[in-house]
């Protein structure tokens, strides 16, 4: 009886843990959100890095949770947007390694996330022999993305994001409008708004600017995607 009443404490007191964490880690992400997305940007790296020490002393309460890492990256990534430029490098390969551990704990990490963050390094950063920049990798973690959540809001949106860096609008315009129909996360609904809201400014821009559409392809776009459903 008392291994049965330990065993039931036990697994209570891992809900319990597992759930504080989760609470964690929604307000690491909705905090991450109100800077990235404000438009004042004096003070956005002291932010970040406030926000970072945050994340970073969690990670040693919770050192096998791959979510930390996550946020540990996309924090210091956040972060290296308002550095100088060696900075800045060292930032992104910092980051890129943290997500790369992520994943190989729980290739699954925030539903895939981590592959769009990864993939989203890869494709923004500089190609060799300055950075780890590659466009084929950056595609390849984008779709694994997509594989792992292919209803996620940020995979899709990055997806699309980087097929307009390689000068694919039409083929980016059907993971824009899936962006902007997706429903959104309760417990993150100002991050997914505000997604959503660019993801339709995107589609605006590429469809307003006729002229540098392929023959014929006007005609299989539509210019109205309301927001919400």
Do not use: C
């Not at 083929?171 to 809201?197: C, G, M, V, W």
């Amino acid at each position: 009886m008392k291994i049965v009443i330990f065993v039931a404490f036990a697994l209570l007191s891992n809900a319990a843990q597992s759930n504080s964490l989760s609470a964690q880690i929604d307000f690491l992400e909705g905090e991450w959100a109100k800077i990235y997305y404000s438009p004042a940007s004096s003070n956005k790296a002291a932010r970040y890095n406030n926000l970072l020490h945050k994340a970073r002393t969690l990670k040693q309460e919770n050192k096998n949770a791959s979510e930390l890492l996550f946020w540990e990256a996309v924090l210091i990534s956040s972060a290296a947007e308002h550095s100088d430029p060696l900075n800045a490098l060292n930032s992104i390969e910092k980051a890129r390694k943290l997500l790369l551990k992520a994943i190989e704990i729980d290739p699954k990490t925030m539903q895939g996330s981590a592959y769009v963050t990864l993939g989203s390094l890869y494709y923004q950063a500089p190609g060799w022999p300055i950075s780890f920049g590659d466009k084929n990798k950056a595609e390849l973690f984008l779709k694994k993305a997509l594989e792992i959540n292919s209803n996620s809001i940020d995979a899709n949106y990055f997806y699309a994001d980087y097929l307009i860096s390689e000068n694919k609008p039409i083929k980016a315009i059907e993971y824009l409008k899936k962006t902007i129909h997706l429903p959104i996360r309760q417990n993150q609904s100002f991050a997914d708004n505000q997604l959503k809201a660019i993801a339709l400014k995107t589609i605006k821009t590429i469809t307003d600017d006729r002229n540098n559409l392929p023959k014929n392809a006007w005609a299989n776009l539509t210019t109205s995607f309301p927001l919400s459903e």
